[in-house]
């Protein structure tokens, strides 16, 4: 019983870590089909002690297929996921291709459920659910709830983001790079134009007109969508710092309706896939070690506002990690919504 699913881009970060999940969920599939490109097809790859060939993914792959999950960079979701769709599959878009269309649920499903309504697998019909952004998945985890209480006017994010956003080569060269300088030796650069070993940039998503890069304005306009307020002010500030697989985020709230900071210590320790570590006497808060390869996001430093009247302004400090929750677990969570 259950779907067949397929895999799409099974040999990258995302993609082994959506096999990690499925197996940790013990998801329902019938089969499985792992997917990659004309480079990766042919090797063998184990799952659940079972050895399956990866295949090279083509317009014939998704036939028979329910449920698609795809990791594997804009241009392939564009090539294939309306191929997979027409054919009757949903498929769960990891990329950004098509987050900002009409009619392309953007999910987070601890925060929008409801955007999957009818979306059912096996009903003939399919469909593209997009996963949002991993940066934007961590900071909505904790500020929906809080929005949800005290409606959000404004938020303000600041985010110190990992290696595994850029892919595993860029884990591997921060690792590298940090041998060689320790080593004494120049470092290897070829991710990242300059050195990220006990350094930081700008995020090095391509900077637009505006001045913003596109992964600022990803976290603008998926948090409007995913809220479905086109009202809310929301700025960013995404910064690449070296830690490998889990993002922090800085997030600066101004609310419509008082909230004050006891409160919104309970509404998060009662948020479904949140824990809260905020610690002051120890000062113990969120690390991104302490939620690499975990499924809960992390909310801590809560406090008032303090350049704010009254209570209409928190700042939280939150960690989660991004190859799971920030992009795997979501996914995986989102087609567990559609069987
Ligand atoms: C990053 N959000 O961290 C991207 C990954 N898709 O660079």
Redesign the pocket.
Known sequence: SGPSIAVVGVTGAVGQEFLRVLSDRDFPYRSIKMLASKRSAGRSISFQDKDYLIEELTGDSFDGVDVALFSAGGSISKAFGPVAASKGVMVVDNSSAFRMDDGVPLVIPEVNPEALEGLKVGKGKGAIIANP???TIICLMAATPLHRHATVKRMVVSTY?AAS??GAAAMEELELQTREVLEGKPPTCNIFKEQYAFNLFS?N?PVLPNGYNE?EMKMVKETRKIWNDSNVKVTATCIRVPVMRA?AESVNLQFQNPLDEDKAKEILKNAPGVVVIDDRAANHFPTPLEVSNKDDVAVGRIRRDVSQDGNYGLDIFVCGD?IRKGAALNAVQIAEMLL
């Open positions: 952004n991993c940066s983001q956003g850029a995020h998503a992964e993002h991004q």
